[in-house]
């Protein structure tokens, strides 16, 4: 690698761009299994959480499991100053599914539709929602969960407007540990 390209990846890489050195791990169609035990694994994220977003804010979340383990809620307050927004995973029979409640007032629905890296990284695919007068009103499409381990998780999450996908933020979370 040239000086020159290594001083374009290091650039890059401060202003948070990612440059993949490999493909992408192949992705596997959603089973029953693999979503039951990604289930489980958001279930284990029960506590608090601290997260920072590639678009430069910080949110504290909370993950509670509820109705008698049959769902993960997941409460997000200040990544938009003064709001709360949250999302609702649950079993639907065998798919693993989400809801979440934005700020952009809408509530768009995701269903686990693939696994990638043996289960640990869930790709979540918009099945519809509410609130959305079409699927050209903007409103999150897909979510990208990669549990890193025990006290970290990565999320992509991707926002769908005028027929295209408009831009993306990760947001990477870090277990609170007090």
């Not at 992705?27 to 035990?37: F, G, H, K, L, Q």
């Not at 007032?105 to 693939?114: E, G, H, V």
């Not at 990208?144 to 990477?172: C, H, L, M, P």
Request: charged share 25%; aromatic share 8%; glycine share 8%.
């Amino acid at each position: 690698m040239t000086r020159y390209a290594i001083a374009l990846v290091v650039a890059l890489a401060a202003l948070g761009v990612c440059i993949a050195a490999a493909p992408p791990a192949a992705e596997v169609p959603a089973t029953p299994e693999m979503s039951r035990a990604a289930f489980e694994r958001l279930k284990a994220l029960e506590g608090t959480w601290e997260g920072r977003s590639t678009k430069g804010w910080t949110e504290t979340l909370r993950y509670e499991v509820i109705a008698g383990g049959s769902v993960v809620m997941e409460v997000s307050k200040e990544a938009h100053e003064g709001h709360t927004m949250a999302t609702m995973f649950h079993m639907d029979g065998e798919d693993l599914v989400l809801t979440h409640y934005c700020i952009a007032k809408n509530q768009p629905r995701m269903k686990a539709t693939s696994f990638r890296d043996g289960g640990r990284t869930v790709v979540f695919t918009f099945t519809g929602g509410g609130n959305l007068a079409s699927r050209d009103t903007g409103h999150m499409d897909q979510a990208v969960i990669t549990f890193e381990d025990a006290a970290t998780i990565r999320s992509r999450w991707t926002w769908y407007q005028n027929g295209k996908e408009e831009w993306f933020e990760e947001i990477v979370q870090t277990r609170r540990t007090s």
